[in-house]
């Protein structure tokens, strides 16, 4: 039928063995498909993992395919270029947590990825994956770090990319994609307009890899490997609470699964967990669902300076509710205001600069906390996903130096009151 399809009969997915439907568990073979044909749920990959042991991670390279016997990808990943992300530091964040008055919380600073976001992630397994469907072009629709993420994994391969954003996005997302001189394409609408439009493209071009739409279920195993660094870094255990930010909901889904795998194949012991889900109130259809008690979302259209956050119709919202139920978790919202201040605070506290994502993952922490549903005396992880030199806009005007003077002591000291 297309130059897509007719090779997936002979895919190397590593551990991957089929594709199973969300709701029902219908099961068919792997390939580039994303809504199971029999109950019109999502597709998520299945595995046979055999024994995987703690050793063989370790002996891995210092990126996310040390993680490769869990993830979707071939079985020589490593040897075939991509951008290599993970592997990005925890820090133990003693001063935020004495600013939040709890006892230990943990930073997980995605920011050290190549294109400076978690997107790197799921994009590189995205990547892998379409490769052996042989496919020729990646693609996405985007809110900004999936933009660069995508654009930089082309360049990097040698392929094609199509990049589709809103055309309101931030000026440092639109030139920190547009660098690596792919087809990036503005489109007049909001996010859920530039979605659909990436639906409909996907079905008309068969060798377009979109990554969050018919390669979704490879791309969004991605996310896995922020828990298993997580579990790995804190010495091969799992922490007893986590906050992580709400977009479509897939992040926050698949950090649960990974967890979850780790316990199954006995890396980790399986100790409870508690996941916990952070939105901007201008773009909160998961958090309100939360707070009325639905289990699903009502679509809203965004309002929010946390733009990579900002989808209002997430797929993955009815599966985040599940996760944070099940899990005994709980999904809050901060306001615009809220958002600058938790960028400052982390900034302030461990000297780590995050874009509004970030900011409202830790404002709603401390809202948390301060509610009382983040247990002080639990030990957190923070997932901080993004880097504030992209979402600049945020801060400009808000801050600033203290003074201007002229290339003198005495003016420093008296600026100083020193
Ligand atoms: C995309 C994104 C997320 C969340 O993504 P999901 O769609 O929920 O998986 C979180 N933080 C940043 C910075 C992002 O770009």
């Given at each position: 039928m297309t130059a897509a399809l007719e090779?997936?009969?002979?895919?190397?997915?590593?551990?991957?063995?089929?594709?199973?439907?969300?709701?029902?568990?219908?099961?068919?073979?792997?390939?580039?498909?994303?809504?199971?044909?029999?109950?019109?749920?999502?597709?998520?990959?299945?595995?046979?993992?055999?024994?995987?042991?703690?050793?063989?991670?370790?002996?891995?390279?210092?990126?996310?395919?040390?993680?490769?016997?869990?993830?979707?990808?071939?079985?020589?990943?490593?040897?075939?270029?991509?951008?290599?992300?993970?592997?990005?530091?925890?820090?133990?964040?003693?001063?935020?947590?004495?600013?939040?008055?709890?006892?230990?919380?943990?930073?997980?600073?995605?920011?050290?990825?190549?294109?400076?976001?978690?997107?790197?992630r799921v994009v590189a397994v995205a990547l892998a994956a379409a490769r052996e469907f042989g496919f020729d072009t990646l693609a996405c629709p985007s809110t900004g770090n999936l933009a660069n993420a995508v654009a930089a994994a082309a360049a990097r391969a040698g392929w094609q990319s199509v990049v589709l954003i809103p055309s309101s996005l931030e000026r440092a997302k639109i030139l920190t994609t547009a660098v690596y001189d792919g087809a990036l394409i503005a489109v007049d609408g909001n996010y859920d307009d530039v979605n659909r439009l990436a639906t409909q493209l996907a079905a008309e071009h068969e060798t377009w890899a979109f990554v969050n739409v018919n390669v979704r279920p490879y791309y969004s195993e991605g996310s896995k490997t922020l828990a298993f660094e997580v579990a790995e870094q804190l010495g091969w255990r799992l922490p007893e609470q986590i906050v992580v930010p709400i977009a479509s909901g897939s992040q926050l889904t698949k950090v649960d699964k990974g967890f979850r795998e780790l316990g199954q194949l006995g890396l980790v012991d399986e100790s409870p967990y508690k996941v916990f889900g952070a939105q901007a109130t201008g773009c909160s259809p998961v958090s309100a669902a939360f707070r009325n008690g639905h289990d699903v979302v009502q679509p809203v259209k965004p309002d929010t300076i946390a733009r990579s956050l900002a989808i209002g119709n997430p797929a993955d919202g009815p599966y985040v509710l599940d996760t944070v139920n099940r899990t005994g978790g709980a999904i809050e919202d901060v306001s615009d205001e809220e958002v600058v201040e938790g960028i400052r605070l982390l900034a302030r506290t461990e000297g780590i600069f995050t874009e509004t994502a970030g900011g409202v993952t830790v404002a709603t922490a401390k809202k948390l906390i301060e509610t009382g549903r983040l247990d002080p005396d639990a030990e957190t992880v923070l997932l901080i996903t993004g880097d504030g030199l992209k979402t600049l806009d945020a801060v400009e005007g808000k801050i600033g130096p203290k003074a201007t003077v002229p290339p003198s002591a005495d003016a420093v000291n008296e600026v100083l009151g020193r």
């Open positions: 090779t997936t009969k002979s895919v190397d997915l590593g551990p991957a063995v089929e594709l199973v439907s969300k709701e029902e568990g219908h099961r068919q073979p792997l390939a580039p498909e994303f809504v199971s044909a029999e109950d019109f749920s999502p597709l998520e990959v299945a595995y046979d993992f055999g024994r995987v042991r703690r050793e063989d991670i370790e002996a891995g390279p210092r990126n996310i395919w040390r993680y490769k016997r869990l993830l979707p990808v071939p079985s020589n990943v490593e040897e075939i270029p991509n951008t290599e992300p993970g592997c990005t530091r925890l820090v133990r964040a003693d001063r935020l947590a004495k600013a939040l008055g709890v006892k230990r919380i943990w930073v997980k600073d995605d920011t050290g990825n190549p294109t400076h976001s978690f997107k790197d």
